[in-house]
Nanobody
Framework: QVQLVESGGGLVQAGGSLRLSCAAS????????MYWFRQAPGKEREFVAV????????WYPDSVKGRFTISRDNAKNAVYLQMNSLKPEDTAVYYCAADPLYRRSWSDPYDIDYWGKGTQVTVSS
């Protein structure tokens, strides 16, 4: 069982930065690939980033590549999302998720084993 709690969301102006954190419970954190997704009102949940168990592999969709960086600290049971050059279209609830599998896409993201409750990010123009 893994419990995930996101933090670090807030209101920021376009062009600004935010760093999201996700604290994980459980002794097996290092066994899970970690994900960030986001969901804007009326839209489907969108894949934002993934990092492998060791942190050696990461992947981003084109919508955030070059602006967002995912990282993890297995000693602290934490994963982070550094978001730079934020745009109004980045406004969404951001979710942390964990699964033993490292994938660059999910046909159904709700197949991922564990989810946090999300943190709101709002980017003003």
């Amino acid at each position: 069982q893994v419990q995930l709690v996101e933090s670090g969301g807030g209101l920021v102006q376009a062009g600004g930065s935010l760093r999201l954190s996700c604290a994980a419970s459980g002794r097996t954190f290092s066994s899970y690939a970690m994900y960030w997704f986001r969901q804007a009102p009326g839209k489907e949940r969108e894949f934002v980033a993934v990092i492998s168990t060791s942190g050696g592999s990461t992947w981003y969709p084109d919508s955030v590549k070059g602006r967002f960086t995912i990282s993890r600290d297995n000693a602290k049971n934490a994963v982070y999302l550094q978001m730079n050059s934020l745009k109004p279209e980045d406004t969404a609830v951001y979710y942390c998720a964990a699964d033993p599998l490292y994938r660059r896409s999910w046909s159904d993201p709700y197949d991922i084993d564990y989810w946090g409750k999300g943190t709101q990010v709002t980017v003003s123009s």
